[in-house]
């Protein structure tokens, strides 16, 4: 059984610094390809970020060069550091796990999440302005 639990979502002000976490258990030590998926008020859910267990990472260009993600495959934990955070960042923000194929063809722009077979609950980003 494969579980994915997020941490790390709060309330900030525009500009502020947010850290997420999350931490994947797997059944066996397997190589991975991991993402970040948001989700705003009346929005279709984006991808964010993704990461291999490599540690090769891809943005979306709407959060390049303010977020950035980090994983640690022996702890099956990726972060998603989010700075200078604006008010349209506001989102559920979701962590997703598929097989490590998937990050070579992952398009955060156009993915609709289903190369990722399992999803965290979700945490939840605010920023206000």
């Known amino acids: 059984q494969v579980d994915l639990v997020e941490s790390g979502g709060g309330s900030v002000q525009d500009g502020g610094s947010l850290t997420l976490s999350c931490v994947a258990r797997?059944?066996?030590?397997?190589?991975?390809?991991m993402a970040w998926f948001r989700q705003g008020p009346g929005k279709q859910r984006e991808g964010v970020a993704r990461?291999?267990?490599?540690?090769?990472?891809g943005y979306a260009d709407s959060v390049k060069g303010r977020f950035t993600i980090r994983g640690d495959h022996a702890k099956n934990t990726v972060w998603l550091q989010l700075n200078s955070l604006r008010s349209e960042d506001t989102a559920m923000y979701y962590c997703?796990?598929?097989?490590?194929?998937?990050?070579?063809?992952?398009?955060?722009?156009?993915?609709?999440?289903?190369?990722?077979?399992?999803w965290g609950q979700g945490t939840q980003v605010t920023v206000s302005s």
């Open positions: 797997l059944p066996s030590y397997r190589p991975w390809c």
């Open positions: 990461i291999d267990s490599d540690g090769n990472g």
């Open positions: 997703a796990l598929g097989n490590y194929p998937v990050c070579r063809t992952f398009v955060p722009e156009s993915s609709d999440g289903s190369e990722f077979a399992h």
